[in-house]
């Protein structure tokens, strides 16, 4: 896919020149100003407005993985995670609302995936349809006034795929990829570890081709990320990274459309060696350092009120 135009520099320059000339030592406020600067040349103006309308979209999906033993919790549980968004008793809810964000959930795929320590995850169609679900998110979002997005997944077991998909664009082993997820016991990771082993094999034919890795050893919910993060991009859109799901989505939708890292700004550190690796990749360094783990964008919308500081700050509002 083509690259994508970066945000606006005069803007960022702009705002540089105008916190340089505050009655304060240089760079005073430490990352405020990167943040301030990073949000005018989203909104190519300065200084930037504070975010108005943040929308958080989630991606519900099924993994075939999740029933291989890898996670602590029974593949179920995606549903009730869905459930308690859609009820709005969630921790995502609760961060949503001191945040200022509204909340949509988009569920994709068919059914699970495959298994991909033994099968495909994706048809090529799944593909092709959970790329177009993440590109149609991110245009309704944009579409419908959000000038502050952030994504995020509810899956049990994403972080299988999440560590394969790390490990085979970044060139690492498995046991370098593979954490504890969702809290899991050695017996799990053993499971875990032989599951991401398998899956990374089977990728060996598609090399570092994102939509390749997608397909093969992915999940409808990491094709739709990485099709909404690319549109947001194109949409001219800021967006917040969440934790190691959304940042190895981030590394391909990088890769497929060039440029598209600079729309893009790193909440938090979660403790999965998955988001390590994608934030190296990325060049990124998050503004926050929490060892959450929870995923659903509760890492992201954390950084939210931070954003809307830093942007109050450098306009002196």
């Known amino acids: ?33 990167d943040v301030a600067a990073w949000l005018a040349a989203c909104q190519a103006r300065s200084p930037a407005r504070p975010p108005a309308a943040p929308r958080v979209v ?41 945040a200022g964000a509204d909340v949509r959930v988009v569920e994709v795929g068919d059914g699970p995936s495959g298994r991909i320590d033994r099968e495909d995850a994706l048809t090529d169609a799944g593909l092709q349809a959970a790329l177009t679900a993440g590109v149609e998110a991110a245009d309704a979002a944009v579409d419908e006034g959000a ?30 990829v593979v954490g504890r997820g969702s809290g899991i016991d050695d ?34 919910d990491l094709a739709a ?49 998955a988001q390590a690796l994608a934030l190296e990749l990325l060049g990124a360094d998050p503004l926050l350092l929490l060892d959450l783990r929870a995923g659903a964008a509760t890492g992201a919308l954390a950084a939210v009120p931070l954003v809307t500081m830093a942007a109050r700050v450098a306009a002196g509002s």
């Open 225 to 273: 990320l990485v099709g909404f993060l690319t549109q947001a991009a194109r949409r001219r859109t800021p967006v917040l990274l969440d934790g190691a799901a959304v940042c190895v989505a981030a590394v391909l939708a990088d890769s497929r459309s060039p440029g598209a890292r600079s729309w893009w700004l790193a909440a938090t550190r979660d403790t999965e060696p």
């Open 58 to 98: 989630l991606f519900a999906a099924e993994h075939g993985i999740a029933g291989a033993g890898v996670s602590a919790f029974d593949p179920a549980e995606t549903g009730t995670r869905l459930a308690a968004v859609r009820e709005g008793t969630s921790p995502t809810n609760s961060l949503a609302t001191i």
């Open 187 to 220: 017996h799990a990771w053993m499971r875990k570890a032989a599951a991401v082993r398998d899956a990374l094999r089977r990728t060996k034919a598609v090399g570092r081709d994102p939509e390749g890795l997608l397909r093969v050893a992915g999940g409808a």
């Open 1 to 33: 896919m083509p690259s994508v135009a970066p945000p606006d520099d005069a803007a960022r320059t702009d705002l540089r020149r105008h916190l340089d000339g505050l009655p304060l030592p240089t760079h005073a406020l430490g990352r405020l100003e």
């Open 147 to 176: 000038d502050l997005l952030v994504p995020g997944e509810l899956a049990v077991g994403v972080s299988t795929p999440t560590a394969v998909l790390a490990a085979a664009i970044g060139g690492r082993e498995p046991v370098a």
